[in-house]
């Protein structure tokens, strides 16, 4: 049974910075998939923020691009998500997600976890 669990979210002022972590239990997931990062703030839609590929390329939403970093450490079988100048529109809930291909498509994703909640004030 695949678990992905995220910490690191909190409350922070804008212009801040937060590092959320999401710890797998399986390595084959942080080593073999392709995992990603998306948020979900009420009354919007879920919106996919920043994708690793199986390869290590990265790719952001527009809306994060030059502030967020996505990365993965696969001894540990950890992704993390650095988050600079923080803004009051990145309040959500984040979610980590792995997918076998193509997870910054939410349908494609196949393991999520529980999320972790990033107040930006």
């Known amino acids: 049974h695949v678990q992905l669990v995220e910490s690191g979210g909190g409350s922070v002022q804008a212009g801040g910075s937060l590092r959320l972590s999401c710890a797998a239990s399986d390595f084959t997931i942080s080593t073999y998939y392709c995992m990603a990062w998306f948020r979900k703030a009420p009354g919007k839609e879920p919106e996919g923020v920043a994708t690793?590929?199986?390869?290590?390329?990265?790719y952001y939403a527009d809306s994060v691009k030059g502030r967020f970093a996505i990365s993965r450490d696969r001894a540990k079988d950890t992704l993390f998500l650095q988050m600079n100048s923080l803004k009051p529109e990145d309040t959500a809930m984040y979610y980590c997600?792995?997918?076998?291909?193509?997870?910054?498509?939410?349908?494609?994703?196949?393991?999520w976890g529980q999320g972790t909640q990033v107040t930006v004030s």
């Open positions: 690793l590929t199986r390869d290590d390329d990265a």
């Open positions: 997600a792995a997918g076998r291909a193509d997870c910054y498509r939410a349908d494609r994703v196949n393991y």
